[in-house]
């Protein structure tokens, strides 16, 4: 298997089940391989539209025969498939078979964008989408100590987040922080001795956390879901997989929330929410990756695939 296979291909295509004439939006395309697949079972008659926020990937995949590729972020989806609609002349919001959302980045990405990977020493960028204004080092030199804290505890969970964000702080009056190594050096300063803990590199939380701000993966998430769900039609499904546990989490949480019927407080005693519950969970625990996948592709490990279907 090659590294670039698509991750839990397998197992969307059979929780999916796309079929010959119906319609799918694979909401992060990137090289296209879980999309290419689905293509195949629509067949002419169906169609799949792939969304990706950066510009390379799309320009990539253009020209594929069966493939509606369109540069934008999935928080707009409902928006883009409304243009769509008004450019072919057909119903799609409302009438979509399956939705997809494969999270993060891919490897291709990760040799790619400056910044992402903490092994080679580069700008600090971190920009999936190079239309969006923030760079990794821009929140390094002009965010408030306050601000980075939050950032590394937020979204790496980083236990030394104050520390960290102090020594930023502190560097940075005397030179702007814009590399990895640079970067780097600080995590190490703030971990005397130890390079990684529990075998995982004691930059990797703030790497993380930083790459989830920048390009705002948290905030996207949740704009995209509800809106996601807007554009199935009944019977049709969405199917996320996340790599980081407050992806999931987020998943997971509206996942329930949409399936129930009362969203009441808990400790209330009489339901008075009236919630109407749009969703059914397909997956009641998450799907990950067999023992195969796991070691032919390293990168599947921490996958986690939800899926729900409009009801
Ligand atoms: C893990 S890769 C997807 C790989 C793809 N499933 C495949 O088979 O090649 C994630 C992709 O989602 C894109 N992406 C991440 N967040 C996005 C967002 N908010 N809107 C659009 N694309 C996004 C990234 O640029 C990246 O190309």
């Known amino acids: 298997m090659p590294i670039h296979q698509p991750v839990l291909l397998k197992e969307i295509m059979e929780l999916l089940n796309p079929k010959e004439g119906e319609i799918f939006v694979d909401c992060t395309l990137g090289s296209g391989g879980h999309a290419k697949a689905i293509a195949a079972k629509l067949k002419k ?80 960028d971190m920009r999936l989408d190079k239309s969006n204004p923030l760079t990794a080092a821009d929140i390094l030199n002009r965010f408030s100590q306050a601000e980075i804290t939050t950032i590394l505890e937020q979204y790496g969970e980083e236990r030394r987040a104050t520390l960290i964000a102090k020594k930023i702080i502190q560097k940075r009056k005397f030179k702007k922080i814009e590399t990895v190594f640079q970067l780097k050096e600080i995590i190490q300063s703030c971990y005397p001795g130890q390079e990684k803990i529990r075998g995982i590199d004691v930059a990797t939380k703030t790497f993380m956390a930083l790459r989830i701000a920048v390009n705002k993966e948290m905030e996207n998430l949740d704009k995209f879901l509800p809106v996601a769900v ?82």
Not at 253 to 268: A, H, L, P, T
Not at 284 to 296: F, G, L, S
């Open 45 to 124: 008659e169906g169609k799949i539209i792939g969304l990706d926020f950066d510009k390379d990937n799309i320009e990539k995949l253009k020209k594929q025969k069966g493939i509606k590729a369109i540069q934008a972020n999935f928080k707009d989806i409902k928006r883009i498939l409304l243009q769509e609609e008004k450019a072919t002349a057909t119903k799609i919001v409302g009438e979509v078979d399956g939705i997809l959302a494969d999270l993060g980045f891919s490897s291709d990405q990760l040799g790619k964008i400056p910044g992402l990977s903490f092994r080679q020493d580069d700008f600090l």
């Open 230 to 311: 807007d554009c199935l039609k009944k019977g049709g499904k969405i199917a996320i997989i996340s790599f980081h546990s407050l992806e999931d989490r987020k998943v997971k949480n509206f996942f329930k929330r949409e399936s129930s019927k009362c969203i009441c407080d808990e400790d209330q005693l009489q339901c008075t929410c009236n919630h109407q519950p749009i969703l059914k969970i397909i997956t009641k625990k998450p799907i990950v990756p067999q023992k195969e996948e796991r070691e032919e592709n390293p990168r599947s490990r921490s996958a986690k695939l939800r899926i729900a279907e409009k009801i």
